[in-house]
């Protein structure tokens, strides 16, 4: 299949999970693909952006820098893959949204940065929402409070939740932490906190996006499904 078809099949997997949706009440029905390009190239790119696609998600900071002067201004760039303090100066110059923040110490470095070049960074949380000691995150039982210290800093606008799920060959082995994750989300929600614009939940990737859907993502990052294996 081609990649414009692949892209085809998601999009129509993401609209059929949004009819399966109950009891849901993010804003909006919408879903965001974040069409996920880590190991593809810049005319790879071009062609899921020709087809519509129109935010995409880089895992690391070198290999986006190298990319981001040869696309599309209005391309929106997600960052999925876990930050180093030190990459931080370089992240906050080119990506509009940021999911993998998940320390205190992450968070003063993207605030001083942001700061600095005038700008308001949004980020999500990364949950660790399985308590894996291989993933990166903050655990369940932490992210209110890390929420909360977030909403004092300037510079940094809390726009939301991101988790990455356990892989299982049963994605419907998952389904309880994606649910889980959008209670996690609604209580935050329901604080109020200041300085916050919450308004993503982004969880599913190509094994389990369309559980992740029904259960209240409202963005999703799929790479495999729409360009195939990657070549590392
Ligand atoms: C690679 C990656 C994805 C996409 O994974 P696929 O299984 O290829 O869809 C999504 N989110 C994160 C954080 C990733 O690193």
Not at 81 to 107: M, P
Not at 187 to 212: C, F, R, V
Request: proline share 3%.
């Amino acid at each position: 299949m081609l990649i414009t078809e692949k892209l085809q099949a998601v999009l129509h997997n993401i609209s059929a999970a949004i009819t399966r949706r109950t009891g849901k009440f993010l804003t909006g029905q919408q879903v965001k693909l974040v069409a996920v390009t880590k190991n593809h190239s810049v005319p790879t790119i071009q062609q899921v952006v020709a087809a519509g696609v129109s935010a995409i998600g880089e895992n690391r900071v070198q290999e986006a820098l190298g990319k981001h002067p040869a696309l599309d201004t209005n391309l929106e760039w997600h960052l999925i893959g876990h930050l180093q303090t030190n990459k931080v100066k370089q992240a906050v110059s080119i990506f509009d949204l940021i999911h993998s923040v998940d320390s205190e110490r992450l968070v003063n470095e993207i605030n001083r940065f942001a700061q600095k070049i005038g700008k308001v960074q949004d980020i999500l949380i990364q949950v660790n929402v399985a308590d894996e000691d291989t993933k990166f995150g903050i655990s369940p039982s932490d992210t209110l409070q890390f929420a909360k210290l977030i909403s004092h800093m300037p510079n940094i606008r809390l726009c939301g939740l991101m988790t990455i799920a356990p892989y299982c060959e049963n994605a419907e082995a998952v389904r309880p932490l994606f649910r889980e994750m959008y209670y996690l989300y609604e209580e935050i929600n329901l604080l109020n906190l200041p300085n916050t614009n919450l308004k993503w939940l982004s969880m599913g990737m190509t094994n389990d996006y369309t559980i992740a859907i029904e259960e209240g993502a409202n963005l999703v990052r799929i790479g495999t499904a729409i360009f195939g294996n990657r070549e590392y």
